[in-house]
């Protein structure tokens, strides 16, 4: 049964908290026992069920249950907000928190990204033996590998759709996402480059489709002043200079 269907894509940040309450029901506790943040409250554990405690405020204050909650507002660590999911379901609210919070959060919730798909794709290792806590963790989504993909797949859509983000990022983003303990998975980094192969940078060899000057083979790739400049040979025209972010030639496969 799949875990991340279309429509929770659809949905805003706080609808996606709010469906997951009502899929798992309230946390009854808070997640730290004190207001000095050290010890947090086990009565609240649902991880024989796959289930882990997501803060809701880490759209406002990032790293809520790490070492600096100390010196965030305690009432985000009330049990009212807070909402269990599993480890994939996890990883989509941080992608939604990306996508729709100012700058600054954002660069606050991409380690809770990198953190949570390092952690899945240790997972799906073939090599890998969960134990303990992991072991239920990983057995919630043993069977939705498909659904990891599509939530990975969203998250590069956004990442690369957002105008203050250079798309030549993209390729790294690829690799953060694709990393586990012992270096990246290359089976995703090849699953992931392939599906976003034409927004990736261009590459000495790199086969190309431009609107008017038609096919041709990238030659050299050069910074001029700032700007990223793609020299093509072309078929018909021979050699020309593009601009990287030139919207009419993109990337083909041969």
């Known amino acids: 049964m799949r875990i991340i269907t279309p429509e929770l894509f659809e949905m805003t940040y706080s609808d996606l908290c709010n469906y997951y309450l009502a899929k798992y029901g309230n946390v009854k506790?808070?997640?730290?026992?004190?207001?000095?943040?050290?010890?947090?409250?086990?009565?609240?554990?649902?991880?024989?069920?796959?289930?882990?405690?997501?803060?809701i405020d880490e759209n406002r204050y990032p790293l809520l249950s790490a070492r600096w909650a100390k010196d965030?507002?305690?009432?985000?660590?009330?049990?009212?907000?807070?909402?269990?999911?599993n480890v994939l379901e996890h990883l989509l609210l941080h992608i939604k928190i990306f996508e729709e919070t100012n700058p600054k959060v954002i660069i606050m919730s991409r380690p809770g990204i990198y953190f949570l798909s390092n952690r899945i794709n240790?997972?799906?290792?073939?090599?890998?033996?969960?134990?303990?806590?992991?072991?239920?963790?990983?057995?919630?989504?043993?069977?939705?590998?498909?659904?990891?993909l599509d939530v990975l797949f969203y998250h590069l859509n956004v990442f690369s759709q957002k105008a203050s983000l250079k798309r030549q990022l993209l390729f790294k983003e690829i690799e953060n996402i694709s990393k586990k303990n012992?270096?990246?998975?290359?089976?995703?980094?090849i699953i992931l480059k392939d599906k976003f192969y034409?927004?990736?940078?261009?590459?000495?060899?790199?086969?190309?489709?431009?609107?008017?000057?038609?096919?041709?083979?990238v030659s050299d790739v050069k910074e001029i002043?700032?700007?990223?400049?793609?020299?093509?040979?072309?078929?018909?025209?021979?050699?020309k200079m593009i601009l990287e972010s030139f919207e009419h030639m993109h990337r083909i496969k041969k």
């Open 29 to 55: 506790y808070d997640y730290f026992s004190t207001p000095e943040c050290k010890s947090v409250q086990k009565k609240n554990s649902r991880t024989k069920e796959g289930l882990e405690i997501h803060h």
């Open 72 to 85: 965030m507002p305690f009432e985000c660590q009330k049990a009212d907000r807070l909402v269990y999911v």
């Open 122 to 148: 240790e997972y799906f290792s073939d090599d890998y033996q969960p134990k303990g806590w992991h072991e239920n963790m990983f057995k919630s989504i043993v069977d939705n590998y498909d659904d990891y």
């Open 182 to 189: 012992d270096g990246n998975d290359e089976k995703l980094d």
């Open 198 to 217: 034409a927004l990736l940078p261009y590459e000495v060899g790199d086969n190309v489709e431009h609107n008017k000057f038609g096919s041709g083979i």
């Open 225 to 239: 002043e700032g700007v990223k400049v793609v020299f093509v040979k072309f078929e018909k025209c021979g050699q």
